[in-house]
């Protein structure tokens, strides 16, 4: 008789530990990835502000599981899903059959239904997308240096960043270090201190997940760093010259050749796909519900689980989009498929809040631990030290550990390059 | 009165050396270039080949001249040249007054005049052809992985060089490596062992400008590799499927899916301009046919350093294109910049063959130190140090010994990852 086939779609943080949780259990395990590595995308806003090089938070899902005897790695992409013969189709037209599936696709940026402002406000979801801002950010200082009319020359060097979450609040923090720490001796006609980071939220307060006391120290920390924030703010249009903002009655337009999109994201359309194959719900955001046991409802074969799971049995309301929830649930889709494989019943999943932290810049970040609220340098050596330790590769940590080291004593960024001759932007989804 | 300007052409060895060597001279320097970094090209077949990422091997121009304060960096392309006017003009329109220009733009692929060839078999010519050779590579076998069919999957493991020179041996000496030492245990359907690389070479031997010992050591070297060498092969077409070649009077059809094009150099398009501009001659290369002291014939203001210049003073036949023939001709340009701002006159340009080396895989490499022939194990030693010492950035050099050590003893590769979505390469020139 053949082995248990478990087929996991996605290698991010839900599908890696699945995968790896799995490691010497009696099944036939196969990950499909649409890129050849596992992305460490906390970190990847280093990558577009040139502190990080792509290849130094990314690592090939092939040297993750060469050892692991039951697990092949297919790189491809799932076109379409077959629930009564239990199979996948690839874009090849190869079909691959499963007895459990894992679906781990992820998320991707939501523009909520203005596709077309992707081209002028890129994401920070794909290691191509980082590099192209990164492209843009240096371009921009570039062009300011050789423009003479200084109204043009301001609309380059003034930074939009939409979006006050965990992300938005990285990029405006790691922008205006650029500008005012790195940068500031290179230029003969700018001065790059002058630049001006604006960083946009739709509510009330940035971190909005965040408790109060933090959101207003991730503020003031941004304000030191000469971060402009503009809570209260609603996006209206953005085009090739900058960002219409809507706040309160008034209508204001921000010049700005340079805007960043960090304001949302959606499930991976994966759950579209799945929601039709098995009648599961999904939410506005296209994530599948899902059953306290990960599974979709009546189809406890197929486990939906990170950042494409609707899972709202912990507290009522679903977990939140971090690196912990991919983590904890593919862990435990491989502990749930080996309890069946002994034909033992398996408890619900519960999600373990560890906390969150958001890092602003040099020595300064917020960190929410349990009761712990933890402003300033000692949050930043608590984010430091967990993303060393999540990253995976040893290799990449050395490096990225020396990378930061030669970072924080000189203020430069070992990856100022711009590379890529993209005037467009295409969606990577 | 303003000081005298001099104004450089490029960021590579030649234009990198004049500038630096003007360091405290009482001129204006203002160096331009497309990029905003300076490319440490020897090395560039180790990011094609995911040994190094793009930003180890890439510095930028603007760090370098930080504290040299009579320098000023610009980002830009040159479009035209006016010589009466003495005015540079740039693709925004912009002119740049010089009283000494120093045209340092080096070289390009040529594809002697089959342009049509270039998307199926890329050069190594900038950061951007380099990651999608990567990706050409690393895509071959997950494709191969994928595909069942035995016939085409061979062609997907078939890996084509064209051209015998040092470009030639280091990408087929180093594909092998990949598919023979890195990837090995990393496939489950295909073994990787299987794949075949081939070196296509016009003439008789390879490294055709080294002594013949060396040739007959590096193909010895290859062979032990599993490289296979074609001597005496034309080739007569590219397409999607494969290279056709001549050998003698018979043709002969390569299927497969990966070409890579180290045929051969020519000059950057600015050679052209700089002839029609100032009636200076071409050789067929589309190198600018320079005087004793590097200058154009009748314009003792423009000098025509490095890959781009044809100097053909020492011994008859022109410099070989290497990284020392820029970097002696940007000091020299310097040097007789100084001398004449002193109203002395200076000697003629003299080249100092300090001899040639091309690696061709781990402990493998030959080189030419004057009398002296070196193969094996030492070579490949004198190649990583020297390699090491001309890297600009203390930083670049800290982390390519790690990623050397690392790759020296655990066979893998640091820089694995399939990124890009182009279907189509364009030409960067």
Redesign the interface.
């Known amino acids: 008789m053949s082995k248990h086939r478990v087929v996991i779609i996605g290698g991010g943080f839900g599908g890696l530990n699945a995968a790896k949780s799995l490691k010497g259990a009696d099944v036939d395990v196969t990950l499909i990835d649409r890129?050849?590595?596992h992305l460490f995308q906390p970190l990847l806003y280093q990558v577009a502000t040139g502190a990080l090089?792509?290849?130094?938070i990314?690592f090939?899902l092939?040297?993750i599981f060469?050892?692991q005897k039951n697990t092949?790695?297919?790189?491809?992409e799932v076109t379409d899903l077959d629930v009564n013969a239990r199979n996948l189709i690839?874009n090849?037209g190869?079909a691959v059959p499963y007895d459990t599936l894992i679906v781990a696709a992820g998320a991707t940026d939501n523009y909520f239904n203005r596709p077309d402002w992707l081209p002028f406000a890129p994401g920070l979801k794909s290691?191509?997308n980082a590099t192209e801002i990164r492209r843009r950010i240096?371009?921009a200082f570039?062009t300011a240096?050789?423009e003479l009319d200084p109204v043009k020359r301001k609309a380059w060097m003034t930074f939009v960043i939409i979006g006050g979450g965990a992300t938005g609040v990285e990029m405006s923090g790691a922008i205006s270090e650029i500008a005012n720490d790195t940068?500031h001796?290179?230029?003969?006609r700018i001065h790059t201190k002058d630049s001006e980071v604006l960083l946009i939220e739709g509510g009330a307060r940035l971190l909005a997940t965040y408790p109060e006391d933090l959101s207003a120290s991730a503020e003031e920390q941004l304000k030191k760093l000469k971060v402009h924030t503009k809570p209260h703010s609603m996006v209206t249009a953005i085009d090739a010259d900058g960002v219409e903002i809507k706040v309160g009655e008034s209508v204001e337009r921000i010049h700005s050749k340079i805007v960043i999109w960090a304001a949302g994201v959606k499930a991976s359309p994966l759950g579209k796909l799945i929601a039709e194959r098995t009648g599961a719900e999904t939410d506005k955001m296209g994530r599948v519900v899902v059953e306290p046991d990960c599974t979709v409802k009546g189809h406890p074969e197929i486990l939906v689980i990170g950042d494409l799971a609707n899972f709202s049995h912990d507290g009522g309301k679903p977990l939140p989009g971090v690196a912990q929830t991919g983590i904890q649930m593919g862990k435990y889709a491989a502990r749930l498929i080996k309890h069946r494989l002994q034909n033992q019943p398996y408890k619900p999943f519960h999600y373990w809040d560890k906390g969150n932290m958001a890092t602003i810049g040099r020595a300064a970040a917020v960190a929410e631990v349990g009761k712990l609220h933890v402003s300033g340098l000692l949050a930043w050596a608590m984010w430091l030290t967990i993303h060393l330790m999540y990253l995976v590769g040893f290799?990449?940590r050395?490096?990225v550990l020396?990378?930061w080291f030669?970072s924080y004593a000189t203020f430069?960024r070992?990856?100022?390059?711009?590379?890529?001759?993209k005037d467009q932007l295409?969606p990577?989804d």
């Open positions: 890129r050849n590595f090089s792509p290849a130094e990314a090939p092939r040297v060469r050892r092949t790695v297919l790189l491809g690839l090849n190869e290691i191509e240096l371009l570039e240096e050789r940068l001796r290179d230029f003969r290799q990449n050395i490096v020396l990378q030669y430069n070992g990856a100022r390059l711009i590379t890529g001759n295409t990577v």
